[in-house]
């Protein structure tokens, strides 16, 4: 049976469970992204973790002005390593980039 909730605490609570299904959804998405890129590394496959891994860290980045505080350094920490994957794969799009060149160079 459904209660219908009165209280404001109650809203909150279902928003910040919603919003932490969506954070996990994207994460998930993400993960997916990367088992199907270590298969194979394509650049197109590392692509989509570019792009699911963007949302996750705009999602966490705005969880974490708001989540609780026990976990808060736990987001920080996912959104270290996004960063850091981030500028992986920037190095890496520039390597191909410079090979892309060289090769026009060459031709």
């Known amino acids: 049976m459904v209660f219908p909730l009165k209280d404001k605490q109650q809203w909150n609570i279902l928003k910040v469970m919603n919003k932490e299904k ?3 959804s994207a994460i998930l998405r993400s993960e997916m992204a990367f088992n199907l890129y270590s298969q194979n590394k394509y650049y197109h496959q590392a692509l989509r973790i570019f792009k699911a891994n963007t949302i996750v860290y ?3 980045e705005a969880y ?4 609780d505080k026990n976990i808060l350094m736990d987001v ?3 959104l270290f390593h ?3 994957w981030f500028l992986q794969f920037s190095i890496l799009e520039k390597k191909i980039q410079n090979r892309k060149m060289n090769l026009y160079l060459v031709s």
Request: proline share 0%; aromatic share 18%.
């Open 22 to 24: 969506e954070i996990y």
């Open 76 to 78: 920080f920490e996912y």
């Open 58 to 60: 705009q999602m966490l």
């Open 82 to 84: 996004l960063e850091d």
């Open 64 to 67: 974490s002005l708001t989540c």
